[in-house]
């Protein structure tokens, strides 16, 4: 009964491929995130979905295409992949205005060959 | 724009030892503060959350505060245990603004 499930947990690719990851959370959530934690453990928000619409979206490449299909699922695709996307991502969830904080999913580490 | 620093970077202390870790925030007009700890190649697993109408919470040997007026909250863990060895990062949110991170503190309790 995981909370926010992500897959897959590891994620080996070529530099021009493209791949998806995928989120799902089950705690009844309306908003759903995703964050990159790069080499040096730094977390850093990307995306932000409210209700399956996009909220937030930092200055990511258009690369970087997430889709929420409804309020429990929020993928992320990426397109011609390159080195510097070799990082761990994570999805979170929270519930829009309320004070019980964020869960998160336990990451998918992505390495770009 | 919110930013967060979490002192020390890093922290070696022997097991049974009382420590603190540090952090602060540049806008105190914030809506929660949240402590994660983060084990080597894991996610990252909630500690405590402190609403911004909260001075502290509490979890077993972990207590954290608040002041928000001043930007800045601590973790304080009684008792070290090698156990504890991970990575505490804190996490702030401001309303409609996603949680922003600090780096983090690499805390190692030796035996």
């Known amino acids: 009964d995981t909370a926010v499930s992500q897959t897959p947990k590891y994620l080996v690719t070529q530099m021009g491929n493209d791949k998806s990851i995928k989120c799902e959370q089950n705690?009844?959530?309306?908003?759903m995130y995703w964050y990159k934690q790069d080499s040096k453990k730094f977390l850093k928000i990307m995306f932000s979905?409210?209700?399956?619409?996009?909220?937030i979206n930092e200055t990511v490449p258009n690369r970087f295409s997430p889709k929420s299909p409804d309020k429990a699922h929020l993928n992320l695709h990426i397109n011609s992949l390159e080195l510097g996307d070799s990082a761990v991502y994570f999805c979170?969830?929270?519930?829009?205005?309320?004070?019980?904080?964020?869960?998160f999913g336990s990451g998918t580490r992505l390495t770009v060959v | 724009k919110q930013e967060v620093t979490q002192i020390p970077a890093a922290l070696s202390v022997p097991e049974g030892e009382n420590l603190v870790l540090n952090c602060s925030f540049t806008?105190?007009?914030?809506?929660?503060l949240q402590w994660f700890r983060q084990d080597p190649g894991k996610g990252l697993t909630s500690l405590l959350l402190?609403?911004?109408?909260?001075r502290e919470q509490t979890s077993g040997r972990l207590n954290a505060s608040l002041d928000k007026s001043s930007g800045r909250s601590t973790l304080y863990i009684a008792a070290s245990q090698p156990g504890d060895s991970a990575t505490y990062l804190c996490?702030?949110?401001?309303?409609?603004?996603?949680?922003?991170f600090g780096k983090g503190t690499r805390l190692s309790v030796i035996a």
């Open positions: 979170a969830s929270s519930q829009w205005g309320n004070n019980y904080g964020y869960t």
């Open positions: 705690l009844g959530h309306d908003t």
């Open positions: 979905y409210n209700n399956k619409e996009l909220i």
């Open positions: 806008d105190s007009a914030i809506y929660n």
């Open positions: 402190i609403q911004s109408s909260q």
């Open positions: 996490a702030v949110n401001s309303g409609n603004t996603p949680l922003v």
